[in-house]
């Protein structure tokens, strides 16, 4: 049986690289067979449960890709360009680290809330074998407001509203919040509370 595990067998291949995505192929030996791997990499993001006194700070956001407004929690991404997280892959970076960091910096401009205590929740992968793509979640528990409010990015429509525990949990379990690896880690962090 020990034959027939996938084993890398040289480095992995550039296919297609995009802004953000980009597609690897694996020489891997199964036996004496060589078969290619395909898998889909994706620089990590970062979701923020923001909380306090059993409510948390739901966003409201119009999401083109999805052609309508949809409910979440404040988040984006680790790198702003693919080329920024292959160089931080190629030199060993620690990539929580800079989660956090990035973390700060979307809380700030999606809410206009400066972080005071940030705690690391969960790394959420992806569904399956071919597509990398880790989301990192964190709580911020203690935070004051900024001088300067909301920093959003150009073309970005955000509106910030704190919802109770039960109001979330409903919101979850109905899609009203669609990202459905957030909803799982949302009712993970609630369930502890209600």
């Not at 049986?1 to 995009?18: A, L």
Request: glycine share 8%; net charge negative; charged share 30%.
């Amino acid at each position: 049986m020990e034959n027939y595990i996938p084993k890398p067998h040289g480095q992995p291949e550039v296919k297609y690289s995009g802004s953000i995505i980009e597609v690897l192929h694996q020489k891997m030996k199964i036996g004496n067979e060589v078969r290619i791997f395909e898998k889909a990499r994706r620089s990590p993001g970062v979701r923020i449960m923001i909380v306090e006194n059993n409510r948390m700070l739901i966003i409201k956001e119009y999401r083109t890709e999805l052609e309508d407004w949809d409910f979440r929690i404040p988040g984006g991404k680790v790198f702003d360009t693919l080329e920024d997280y292959k160089s931080a892959l190629e030199s060993g970076e620690n990539m929580l680290k800079m989660a956090v960091e990035a973390a700060k910096k979307e809380v700030l401009e999606e809410t206009g809330l400066v972080v005071e205590n940030i705690n690391y929740f969960r790394t959420s992968g992806t569904g399956g074998p071919t597509v990398e793509w880790d989301m990192f979640y964190f709580v911020v528990d203690e935070f004051c407001e900024s001088k300067n409010g909301q920093m959003l990015e150009h073309g970005e429509n955000i509106t910030c509203r704190w919802m109770n525990f039960e109001e979330v949990k409903k919101m979850c379990m109905d899609g009203t919040i669609k990202e459905d690896r957030t909803v799982a880690n949302i009712l993970r962090f609630v369930s502890r509370y209600i």
